[in-house]
């Protein structure tokens, strides 16, 4: 099938290529994101291939429909940068890859922990200055914490698994537990209960009209003083302005991203010669205990591969008119 494939980079052809030797479909390769602006480089393709930043409100997919597109395949798991219900209006099939290395999410969630921690990232730059001195750096044992995992689908159950493995105590909140993580100690309990008892909130559910702005004045005034946020799902469960009042007020204690709700405009490229524009993004890196990456928490070989392979399965399964097991559909997104 003939597949166009948006944002990509060197690391996308090599993963791609090696999955398609495989699967055999006709691949170009477009560099820009798939938006209003650019989505007529589509016209023509079956299929076009998508990540977590391409933007497919309904203007962008009724033009391609109307160029002959009919399969949108996302190569991540999460979709709420998709309008679902034009897009089945539209007759477009949708797929993705919803589930790829858990673990690559979830120990990235740990490094982030780790490192905001015993400020692991600090002690580098002072060693490389030979300033050996420890003042600043003190940390504590994760062992006895309370870690609050919002969302135990695939990612933050291996987060549980992980802290548990650290000795941490572990609430969840998700309406639908997970009997193993129950069995391991686990606690399920409700939101307002997570946010008051967790020394360390980490948020891994996925980004809905429900869950938009989860964590925002209201929630962080309910957490404990100086508690640790960490954040690799998606930036808008967040509202960053009261995040950062909070981290102003001692509120928050910590704070680590993945994930940022405007890093359309910034991650996956080099601005280092650019002016940043967003005054609220250069806000949070002024503060001392906030540690940002740019959406690298999926970022392992063993994931890229994983990806490259369920999503031409995913258009090989539609060009051959089979089930489609990754399909996302209107129930999942009212769900
Ligand atoms: P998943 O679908 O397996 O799990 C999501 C869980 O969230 C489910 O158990 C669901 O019941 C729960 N949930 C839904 N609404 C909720 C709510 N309001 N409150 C609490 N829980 C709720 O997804 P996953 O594979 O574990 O991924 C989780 C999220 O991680 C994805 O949605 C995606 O946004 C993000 N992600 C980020 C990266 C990255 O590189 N940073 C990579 C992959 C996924």
Do not use: W
């Amino acid at each position: 099938m003939r597949i166009a494939v948006f944002s990509t980079k060197e690391h996308d052809h090599k993963f791609l290529d090696e999955a398609n030797a495989h699967y055999q479909h006709a691949i170009t390769y477009f560099e820009p994101r798939l938006t209003r602006e650019t989505v007529s480089l589509a016209e023509g393709f079956e299929a076009v291939c998508v990540f977590v930043n391409d933007q497919l409100d309904r203007q962008t997919l009724e033009t391609l429909a109307k160029g002959g597109t009919r399969l949108i395949a996302l190569r991540c798991a999460g979709f709420n940068n998709v309008d679902v219900l034009a897009a089945t209006e539209l007759g477009m099939r949708i797929v993705r890859v919803p589930a790829y290395s858990p673990y690559a999410v979830a120990e990235h969630t740990l490094g982030l922990i780790l490192t905001l921690n015993r400020k692991i990232h600090r002690a580098h730059n002072r060693v490389r200055e030979s300033n050996f001195a420890l003042e600043g750096l003190l940390g504590f044992d994760l062992h006895g914490q309370t870690v609050g995992i919002i969302g135990t689908g695939q990612i933050g159950q291996v987060v549980a698994r992980i802290t548990h493995g650290f000795g941490c105590q572990i609430l969840a909140y998700d309406p639908y537990p997970v009997a193993d993580l129950e069995q391991l100690g686990v606690r399920y309990v409700e939101l307002a209960e997570l946010l008051a008892q967790s020394d360390i909130v980490t948020l891994h559910c996925p980004l809905t009209p429900d869950t938009f702005h989860l964590i925002d004045a209201e929630s962080l005034v309910k957490m404990k003083q100086g508690v640790m946020l960490i954040n690799t799902s998606r930036g808008a469960l967040l509202d960053t302005r009261a995040v950062i009042d909070a981290l102003k007020s001692g509120q928050v204690g910590y704070l680590g991203l993945d994930v940022y709700e405007e890093e359309a405009a910034l991650f996956f490229e080099d601005l280092s010669e650019k002016v940043i524009q967003d005054d609220v993004f250069m806000r949070l890196l002024t503060f001392p205990n906030v540690l940002i990456t740019a959406h690298q928490a999926f970022f392992t070989r063993d994931a890229l591969t994983q990806i490259a392979h369920t999503t031409l399965q995913n258009v090989s399964d539609f060009a051959s008119n089979q089930p489609l097991p990754n399909q996302v559909t209107v129930q999942q997104v009212k769900r």
